[in-house]
């Protein structure tokens, strides 16, 4: 195995904790060879730009051989790097510059299922005596033929498909392409640590782990209850999916999961200072399940929470709503907040409705972000603040979109490529025709048009990142909320003997709140320009104010 001689950064077994994350969707970030798909080279090309933005970490979804029906969550050879991405050494060549840089490399594990075309299935599927037969998760039909329970996919539909060579079903919790692995067989997760040692030997700093509470099932394949319309929300799949009107008991959220994942940590821990992220994708108990998987400091070292990726537009009641229901689900965990990501809708356009200063709100909303208790995920594109996509039914292609137009146009609107030159050709992604097209609006939002413009949204972000890292309180501390007022979030990050006020104005008009009490210095370099008075503080609309406790 050929593996990579680029130096790491300094060991530190805690720079998870804190982290700014910045994500890379490999199809839309750099097409180096002209097929208008973006790839390794590409990824290695743009890292200077993910430099400048100061973050600590990249994490790249899925690259491996795949046939690319979810678009390499369907992975037919975990330890390869599809074709169309280009090769290992290119791999390498990324986690090379990447360490140069001082920049991390977390790549996406998906274990929880396969493709159709992983040998392990086609060697599974083959026959009910083979040896991996027990590989996936394989059930007999009810007596009718129907499927054997009321299980969903979250892609629409049953989670059972019937194979006419075994005469059974085997489940899906996403396509019928997508087959779940059996993390119940020892084989099976002996095959999976395997492939985490493949990359830890590579020189990866971690994984993003994909849908980390489906990975078991419960062996009785009880049905699941009905969930009671009030409980219903949008948090982890739109709300024309049926998939919401269960609560998923047993088809994910299974506890032998936290023995797995304790074995997964032995493995990370025989590498030095690797992290893990987990996505946990519940819409009831996603805070709980966070909770116990970073529990105990012998699982995951943080997992990534879908609240503030729902569809309603947060507000000073509900961020702090959100924390406290961490801290009490989680008292000793840690989480990994994102706004955006490739799987929602891009959050400027998603809570955008009625702002008046689009590039005012953006800035607001990635300082709070950056200023909550836990990690941080920026998704490509979000430091230009680039809004969601709007394609025609023709240009889709993700299959979840295609299933449930034009109620829930799917995945692809946040996923079209990152603009990088406004006056090149496709916005100088690639110079042929891109897998998705480039919208005329995101060209005016180019990084080129930003790059020198001190006001511009990507230089808030660098700004603010810089100046978050120069506050330990930012980074690692405690937080406390204060009484929201007018529309105002404040809190109080400490650490050590540093204690920072955060204010941040949630609404559209200007305001001022009272000053407290005791004695604080307005800090700079944030970006932000409210005003401390004798009295009061004075916030712009979507403004914020960072003070130092004396």
């Given at each position: 195995m050929t593996t990579t001689n680029a130096p790491l950064p300094a060991v530190d077994k805690d720079w998870w904790r804190g982290a700014v994350i910045y994500q890379i969707y490999p199809r839309s970030y750099q097409d180096t060879n002209g097929d208008g798909i973006g790839d390794?080279?590409?990824?290695?090309?743009?890292?200077?730009?993910?430099?400048?933005?100061?973050?600590?970490?990249?994490?790249?979804?899925?690259?491996?051989?795949?046939?690319m029906r979810d678009f390499g969550y369907d992975v037919s050879n975990y330890e390869d790097v599809d074709p169309i991405f280009g090769t290992l050494e290119d791999f390498d060549a990324v986690v090379a510059e990447a360490h140069r840089l001082g920049i991390r490399v977390m790549i996406d594990l998906v274990l929880s299922h396969t493709s159709d075309r992983h040998p392990w299935f086609v060697?599974?599927?083959?026959?009910?005596?083979?040896?991996?037969?027990?590989?996936?998760?394989?059930?007999?039909?009810?007596?009718?033929?129907?499927?054997?329970?009321?299980?969903?996919?979250?892609?629409?539909?049953?989670?059972?498909?019937?194979?006419?060579?075994?005469?059974?079903?085997?489940?899906h919790n996403f396509l019928t392409s997508q087959p779940d692995l059996?993390?119940?067989?020892?084989?099976?997760?002996?095959?999976?640590?395997?492939?985490?040692?493949?990359?830890?030997?590579?020189?990866?700093?971690?994984?993003r782990l994909d849908t980390i509470n489906f990975?078991?099932?419960?062996?009785?394949?009880?049905?699941?209850?009905?969930?009671a319309p009030e409980r219903r929300n949008a948090q982890t799949?739109?709300?024309?999916?049926?998939?919401?009107?269960?609560?998923?008991?047993?088809?994910?959220?299974?506890?032998?999961?936290?023995?797995?994942?304790?074995?997964?940590?032995?493995?990370?821990?025989?590498?030095?200072?690797?992290?893990?992220?987990?996505?946990?994708?519940?819409?009831?108990?996603?805070?709980?399940?966070?909770g116990q998987y970073t529990s105990g400091g012998d699982k995951m070292q943080m997992c990534y929470a879908f609240e503030f990726l729902a569809p309603d537009v947060p507000t000073p009641g509900s961020v702090a709503e959100v924390q406290h229901a961490l801290d009490k689900a989680a008292p000793d965990g840690w989480v990994c907040w994102a706004f955006s990501n490739h799987d929602v809708m891009r959050h400027v356009s998603?809570?955008?409705?009625?702002?008046?200063?689009?590039?005012?709100?953006?800035?607001?909303?990635?300082?709070?972000?950056?200023?909550l208790r836990g990690s941080v995920c920026i998704y490509q594109g979000e430091e230009l603040a680039l809004p969601e996509a709007e394609l025609a039914y023709e240009d889709l292609q993700d299959?979840?979109?295609?299933?449930?137009?034009?109620?829930?146009?799917?995945?692809?609107?946040?996923?079209?490529?990152?603009?990088?030159?406004?006056?090149?050709?496709?916005?100088?992604?690639?110079?042929?025709?891109?897998?998705?097209?480039?919208?005329?609006?995101?060209?005016?939002?180019?990084?080129?048009?930003?790059?020198?413009?001190?006001?511009?949204?990507?230089?808030?972000?660098?700004?603010?990142?810089?100046?978050?890292?120069?506050?330990?309180?930012?980074?690692?501390?405690?937080?406390?909320?204060?009484?929201?007022?007018?529309?105002?979030?404040?809190?109080?990050?400490?650490?050590?003997?540093?204690?920072?006020?955060c204010l941040f104005n949630m609404g559209g008009e200007a305001c001022e709140v009272e000053r407290p009490a005791a004695a604080i210095e307005a800090l700079a370099g944030h970006g932000f320009d409210g005003r401390l008075n004798e009295k009061k503080i004075a916030l712009p609309a979507w403004g914020a104010f960072f003070a130092r406790y004396a």
């Open positions: 390794m080279k590409g990824i290695a090309q743009r890292l200077p730009h993910v430099a400048s933005l100061g973050v600590d970490a990249i994490w790249i979804s899925p690259f491996f051989t795949s046939p060697e599974s599927r083959s026959s009910r005596a083979n040896p991996r037969a027990d590989w996936y998760v394989w059930a007999d039909s009810r007596p009718d033929g129907t499927p054997p329970n009321n299980w969903l996919s979250i892609f629409g539909g049953s989670a059972w498909q019937w194979d006419p060579t075994r005469l059974q079903y085997y489940m059996n993390l119940h067989n020892p084989e099976v997760q002996d095959a999976l640590l395997s492939v985490a040692r493949f990359w830890l030997t590579r020189g990866v700093d971690g994984f990975y078991f099932h419960d062996k009785e394949l009880r049905d699941n209850p009905p969930l799949a739109p709300a024309v999916n049926p998939y919401n009107y269960q609560e998923h008991l047993y088809d994910k959220n299974r506890p032998e999961n936290l023995a797995f994942l304790k074995r997964f940590r032995a493995v990370m821990d025989e590498f030095p200072a690797i992290a893990a992220v987990g996505e946990v994708g519940d819409s009831q108990r996603g805070l709980e399940i966070a998603r809570w955008d409705a009625g702002v008046a200063d689009h590039a005012a709100h953006a800035k607001l909303l990635a300082s709070l972000l950056m200023s299959p979840y979109g295609i299933q449930f137009w034009p109620d829930f146009k799917g995945r692809d609107g946040c996923r079209t490529p990152m603009p990088w030159d406004s006056s090149a050709i496709n916005g100088g992604f690639s110079p042929a025709r891109p897998w998705l097209p480039v919208p005329a609006i995101h060209l005016g939002a180019a990084v080129s048009i930003q790059e020198d413009d001190p006001g511009s949204v990507l230089n808030h972000y660098r700004g603010f990142i810089a100046f978050r890292r120069q506050h330990p309180a930012l980074v690692k501390g405690e937080i406390a909320f204060g009484p929201a007022s007018d529309g105002v979030l404040s809190f109080v990050r400490s650490h050590g003997n540093e204690r920072i006020l």
